[in-house]
């Protein structure tokens, strides 16, 4: 994948992310959200690092690995932590897609 489109991708994937764990900024992915209650708030959210890597056999899916760190609720900083958004392509857009559990 070109070193633009992986940039782009994984900028998008840790919005999501910091709305997944913040709660800030769901409005703009409903459908993703829909389902999903904020249990407790992360604070001071930042993404470390972040890449990007098509799915095998899958050219319109996107698997974006980010570490990420933040204030848990308890107070506590952690980081180092690793989280997977798996994104698809819609036309010409990508979104989030729910990976089964």
Known sequence: ???????????LASRIWHAEVTG?????????????????PYRDVRIQAGIARTVTG?????HVRLVWAGTDPAG???DG???QVLLARHSTTWGPVR???
Not at 1 to 11: G, N, Y
Not at 24 to 40: I, K, M, N, S, V
Not at 58 to 62: E, K, N
Request: charged share 30%; proline share 10%; aromatic share 10%.
């Open 1 to 11: 994948m070109p070193r633009a489109q992986e940039k782009e991708l994984v900028a």
């Open 24 to 40: 800030t900024g769901r409005e703009e992915w409903p459908g993703y959200f829909a389902e999903q209650l904020l249990r407790a």
């Open 58 to 62: 899958h050219p319109d899916r996107v």
């Open 76 to 78: 506590d900083y952690v």
């Open 99 to 101: 990976q089964p559990l």
């Open 81 to 83: 932590r690793l989280v």
